[in-house]
T-cell receptor, first 114, second 110 residues
Framework: EAQVTQNPRYLITVTGKKLTVTCSQNMNHEYMSWYRQDPGLGLRQIYYSMNVEVTDKGDVPEGYKVSRKEKRNFPLILESPSPNQTSLYFC?????????????FGPGTRLTVT | KQEVTQIPAALSVPEGENLVLNCSFTDSAIYNLQWFRQDPGKGLTSLLLIQSSQREQTSGRLNASLDKSSGRSTLYIAASQPGDSATYLCAVEGAQKLVFGQGTRLTINP
């Protein structure tokens, strides 16, 4: 089954404790991205990757890191989480961008930073 | 900067009605527009994708239209069912990302 998976689905952590949210897709997609969803602000892009070893900032990259060492995986790293990073996070992938490719979203990771 | 607006923010209708959800965007230089469905606590499911060169797409009871020149899209749902209750998001693609609207929360009453 074609899908985007994220782990963990739920995470409660404390300020400053490094964490990684994994994202994996099995569709051989080149493009992957991370979004966060907050009430009243909607979905905003954090980082994206056009292909292996190619990443770039989205609209709200502060406090986050990403890496793309393999085509299928695109982890989101919070080196020192803060309470303002409490949010619902989504990973997405598609065959490409700037064209007509449908975006596939993961189930989301609900992160709470205390 | 692209801005996407969805009106209304919430809509409640009786089962069986046909309804229209609206989406407007400020910059007509888009590559495509997608409509998504989001169920509470769940991820986003793509419903329809309209390429910038197209004017509409249909899937079952759903029909989406796109008017780039006026910066508008509509999602038409025919013969609504309680299972259609969800939040509907539109998103436009440009510059390596999707820009989302805030969504319309739809409730279909049996």
């Amino acid at each position: 089954e074609a899908q985007v998976t994220q782990n963990p689905r739920y995470l409660i952590t404390v300020t400053g404790k490094k964490l990684t949210v994994t994202c994996s897709q099995n569709m051989n997609h080149e493009y992957m991205s991370w979004y966060r969803q907050d009430p009243g602000l909607g979905l905003r892009q954090i980082y994206y990757s056009m292909n292996v070893e190619v990443t770039d900032k989205g609209d709200v990259p502060e406090g986050y890191k990403v890496s793309r060492k393999e085509k299928r995986n695109f982890p989101l790293i919070l080196e020192s989480p803060s309470p303002n990073q409490t949010s619902l996070y989504f990973c997405a992938s598609s065959l490409g961008t700037l064209s007509s490719y449908e975006q596939y979203f993961g189930p989301g990771t609900r992160l709470t930073v205390t | 900067k692209q801005e996407v607006t969805q009106i209304p923010a919430a809509l409640s209708v009786p089962e069986g009605e046909n309804l229209v959800l609206n989406c407007s965007f400020t910059d007509s230089a888009i590559y495509n527009l997608q409509w998504f469905r989001q169920d509470p606590g769940k991820g986003l499911t793509s419903l329809l994708l309209i390429q910038s060169s197209q004017r509409e797409q249909t899937s079952g009871r759903l029909n989406a239209s796109l008017d780039k020149s006026s910066g508008r899209s509509t999602l038409y749902i025919a013969a609504s069912q309680p299972g259609d209750s969800a939040t509907y998001l539109c998103a436009v693609e440009g510059a390596q990302k999707l820009v989302f609207g805030q969504g319309t929360r739809l409730t279909i009453n049996p």
